[in-house]
């Protein structure tokens, strides 16, 4: 079971993750916007520009399921169930979730379902 500081430092860590989200977020928003058919940058830089934006909309996509399971997982951070693997039920190790707050499963029914 997590102590009292090994949850707030937890939630630190939560918060600083969703605070580099909410900058990304912004970020890649700008760089998903359209591209102008008006912008007179060639045809070979114009097929890279739409393709960085493909790459950017993936980030971004990535980013805000980020942001929504860091905020679910802030949420249950207080919960009797935090910390414990869906699958097993036994306790998702520190370390794991100290990198990856938002683990719900143990390493090794991770390594078990590969």
């Known amino acids: 079971m997590l102590t009292a500081s090994e949850i707030d430092k937890i939630r630190g860590i939560?918060?600083?993750?969703?605070?580099?989200?909410?900058?990304?977020?912004?970020?890649?928003?700008?760089?998903?916007?359209?591209?102008?058919?008006?912008?007179?940058?060639?045809?070979?830089?114009?097929?890279?520009?739409?393709?960085?934006?493909?790459v950017n909309e993936a980030a971004l996509r990535n980013s805000k399921n980020r942001q929504q399971r860091?905020?679910?997982?802030?949420?249950?951070?207080?919960?009797?169930?935090?910390g414990l693997c869906r699958q097993c039920g036994n306790e998702i190790e520190l370390e794991k979730l100290l990198v990856m707050p938002d683990s719900v499963r143990c390493v090794t029914c991770i390594k078990s379902a590969r």
């Open 14 to 54: 939560i918060t600083s993750q969703l605070n580099k989200l909410e900058l990304d977020i912004k970020e890649y928003t700008e760089l998903t916007k359209p591209i102008s058919p008006e912008n007179a940058i060639g045809r070979i830089s114009r097929m890279d520009a739409i393709n960085n934006k493909s």
């Open 70 to 82: 860091l905020k679910r997982t802030l949420a249950e951070l207080d919960s009797s169930s935090f």
